[in-house]
């Protein structure tokens, strides 16, 4: 079996929040078939999950972001010797440049939450993923719903509009129970949280070093992983 590119090195030096592999790796177990031919990494990043990704499945991959260019993407999976099976697209997630049908998985880690929070915003992402297929879907999240108390502990590190993004479990379920185009398979906590975090704030870099502070005064226990485990209908 070869060996993973994605070394502790490697990803602590593309991570850009909590670990991302970590992530990837718990939302798709049990629910990604290694046989999927074609799968919609939404939101991709620096390509973090499009490589897990193509390690453990059989197909291709299609890593799509809006703020990574294509370019800079498709040269690091080239390098990387991947550049036959992870294929970088540009694009925003609100206006996908696919045919319906194109794929027969979806997949999202760390992204979802900054565009998807209306009424409507799924049935336009899963046009693309074929009936039957899995949406899979993994965001930060919080415990409970916002509110001034706790924002007296993000605000140590982050502002109440960066903090809005943040929806807790239930809020997903009843957001996506609207939707006629995909089935609610599983929305819970994931036991990733408190590593992939610790992975991040280990990570010699501004940011993380900035999130530090709201951690250190409380915000990880007001937080959590939440994944969203959907079938397109």
Request: charged content about 20%.
């Amino acid at each position: 079996m070869q060996a993973s590119v994605l070394t502790d090195a490697f990803v602590r030096d593309n991570l850009m929040g909590p670990n991302a592999v970590l992530m990837v790796e718990e939302l798709c177990d049990g629910f990604l078939p290694t046989d999927t031919r074609h799968v919609c990494d939404l939101g991709c990043g620096s390509g973090l999950t499009s490589i897990w990704l193509a390690e453990h499945i059989r197909g291709s991959v299609c890593a799509c972001d809006l703020w990574n260019t294509a370019e800079a993407n498709q040269a690091q999976f080239d390098e990387l010797g991947l550049g036959q099976r992870v294929h970088a697209v540009q694009a925003d997630a609100l206006a996908l440049p696919f045919t319906s049908g194109t794929f027969d998985a979806l997949v999202s880690v760390d992204s979802y939450n900054y565009f998807g929070r209306q009424s409507g915003v799924i049935d336009r992402v899963v046009a693309c993923v074929q009936p039957g297929s899995p949406v899979l879907l993994a965001v930060p999240g919080l415990v409970r719903p916002l509110d001034d108390q706790m924002m007296e502990v993000f605000g140590v590190s982050w502002t109440r509009e960066q903090m809005e993004y943040l929806w807790t479990a239930n809020q997903w379920h009843d957001l996506l129970s609207q939707s006629a185009e995909v089935r609610i398979d599983h929305i819970g906590a994931m036991a990733c949280f408190e590593q992939a975090w610790a992975d991040w704030l280990a990570c010699d870099n501004d940011h993380a070093r900035g999130d530090c502070a709201a951690m250190r005064a409380g915000a990880d226990s007001l937080m959590n992983l939440i994944a969203i485990r959907l079938t397109r209908k």
